[in-house]
């Protein structure tokens, strides 16, 4: 069945410090979705990606699907203590499959 | 517009045990789903559906049955607890469009404990 990694599972960086967390499908996507999740809280969409190769931008986030839709990729830059959170992406083929995760720790 | 709710917050049930959590939403949704949460398991789908009605299978749905009599509600049932099904829920809906989905809007969650 399809299947989502990210990897790594945990970061943890000093404020200021880029962060970066990839997704793999082990299907082709139809699409691709990113959420944060604070401590305690519930997922939060983020932002979504159709095309093969899109590259969208929020601020200091980067979000880009790879070529084959198989891949994403979430960049922070000059990371801050208000990006603390844990990062899913979640592809759809015919259901939506989140992938495992990445726990970011932002030291002051 | 109080978007998606999921009764109760907190629930300890003893093995065997039998309980329906309840999701709603008033943004007429037509995807609906459930999602339990573990420490280092991500969010794995349990059953899902895109419209009233219709529902299916996601990644770990043994243990769990649900219906979908309208668009607004999409409750999740525990036939006979176990403590394996110690976890968070987690409630989403979206709107539907043609090749995915919109934006998953998640309920607060309802954190169970089977003893």
């Known amino acids: 069945g399809q299947q989502v990694m990210q990897i790594p599972q945990y970061q943890h960086v000093q404020e200021g410090e880029d962060f970066t967390t990839y997704c793999n499908s082990s299907?082709?996507?139809?699409?691709i979705q990113w959420y944060k999740q604070r401590p305690g809280g519930h997922p939060v969409f983020l932002i979504q990606l159709v095309k093969s190769g899109e590259v969208k931008k929020q601020k200091r986030l980067t979000f880009q699907f790879g070529e084959a839709k198989k891949n994403s990729s979430l960049h922070i830059t000059a990371t801050q203590t208000t990006d603390v959170g844990t990062y899913f992406c979640a592809g759809f083929t015919d259901k939506l499959i989140f992938g495992t995760g990445t726990r970011l720790q932002v030291f002051p | 517009n109080a978007g998606v709710t999921q009764t109760p917050k907190f629930q300890v049930l003893k093995t065997g045990q039998s309980m329906t959590l309840q999701c709603a939403q008033d943004m007429n949704h037509e995807y609906m789903s459930w999602y339990r949460q573990d420490p280092g398991m991500g969010l794995r789908l349990i059953h899902y559906?895109?419209?009233?009605?219709?529902?299916d299978q996601g990644e770990v749905p043994n243990g769990y049955n649900v219906s979908r009599s309208t668009t607004e509600d999409f409750p999740l049932r525990l036939l006979s607890a176990a403590p394996s099904q110690t976890s968070v829920y987690f409630c989403a809906s979206s709107y539907a469009r043609q090749g995915g989905l919109n934006e998953q809007y998640f309920g607060p969650g309802t954190r169970l404990t089977v003893t």
């Open positions: 559906s895109v419209g009233a009605g219709i529902t």
């Open positions: 299907t082709t996507l139809s699409n």
